[in-house]
């Protein structure tokens, strides 16, 4: 199988040296965000620059959100992520990692906000944009997928608006179906190595996200082992 066909597997990361040990432990990307506990922020211009100086192979995706809560973004805000976006431009890269950043936003009354993720998609170009799970709180998934698709988005996050990725299976099926070969569907939401092949098979989804947390020293870390059964599931090994 070449590089191109084989399933992608994402990990979640809150600082470099977790994305540091999710790299050794074979996975294809990591998230990058702060405040886990929060459903990630973004983090620090440093963390970003030190982990894009110290990993070698994995793509980077950086979480640019300014706060938990909700995904309403206020006009302040836009900027804040405007400016997250453009500093990530700038920073060196002297391992050509793959980069690209995550975003999202809503209006109040639980659509796509349109106008900001235009904004933030533009200001990305050519950085490859991933939609994360705010798209999950929207009522028509499947007319959300085509305003995504419309704006330029490279990918969106995903359990289909369920729990878990096996719950929300047969929506992150039909999502992979209407957006073709338009959009990357990433499949997350509770996937683990003993469920993982099964999450393939019902969603048909190319790329898994997931954490795959360990306590250590009081706050939590990615934990290897994980991080390589998922791995070797996903490889039929």
Do not use: W
Not at 64 to 88: C, H, T
């Amino acid at each position: 199988m070449s590089s191109t066909d084989r399933t992608i597997v994402e990990i979640c990361v809150s600082d470099v040296p977790t994305a540091l040990v999710a790299e050794a432990a074979g996975a294809d990307r990591v998230e990058l965000c702060a405040d886990l506990g929060q459903g990630g922020t973004t983090p620090s211009l440093g963390t970003v620059e030190v982990a894009l100086r110290t990993l070698h192979r994995v793509g980077v995706r950086v979480m640019v959100r300014p706060r938990g809560g909700n995904f309403r973004v206020s006009e302040i805000e836009k900027q804040v992520m405007l400016a997250d976006i453009e500093a990530i431009h700038g920073l060196p890269n002297p391992h050509g990692l793959a980069v690209g950043v995550v975003v999202g936003a809503l209006t109040a009354d639980g659509g796509l906000d349109l106008t900001v993720l235009r904004h933030l998609i533009e200001a990305a170009g050519p950085l490859p944009v991933t939609v994360h799970k705010a798209f999950d709180e929207v009522g028509d998934q499947l007319e959300a997928i085509e305003e995504i698709i419309g704006l330029g988005a490279d990918a969106v996050l995903t359990s289909g608006a369920a729990p878990t990725a096996l719950a929300g299976a047969a929506r992150i099926a039909a999502l992979r179906q209407r957006a073709g070969d338009r959009l990357r569907v990433i499949a997350a939401g509770d996937i683990r190595s003993h469920n993982v092949q099964r999450v393939l098979a019902e969603t048909g989804a190319r790329e898994v996200h997931l954490r795959a947390p360990v306590r250590c020293g009081g706050r939590e870390a990615t934990d290897g082992y994980q991080v390589r059964r998922v791995v070797a599931a996903v490889r039929g090994r």
